[in-house]
């Protein structure tokens, strides 16, 4: 089964994204990963990995960035987080899909 990492806003327990558009991008990207018999992975959030180190959160995004087949990176105004998944998965050669709500 295929793996798709999903890179964006994270989803917290009490609410989910800020913006509107990017909780129906999540929602359109679950959908089609299953027509597709495929397993998505959204950015919920983790404490630990948040308060984690600089060095330590690069080696995790990386191995989680690792283990998935594609990325879809979601970019919004001030989610840093996005562009260092994006990074490591251009860095290692992931096939990464881009969604932005502007340029």
Known sequence: MATVHVAGPVIRKDRGPREKWVGEAYRAIVQAARKLDSDTILPYSEPDLELASPATFFESVRDRVGRSD???????GGDVSAAVEAGVAAMIGKKQMI???DL
């Open 70 to 76: 594609l990325v879809v990176t979601i970019f919004t």
């Open 99 to 101: 969604i932005t709500d």
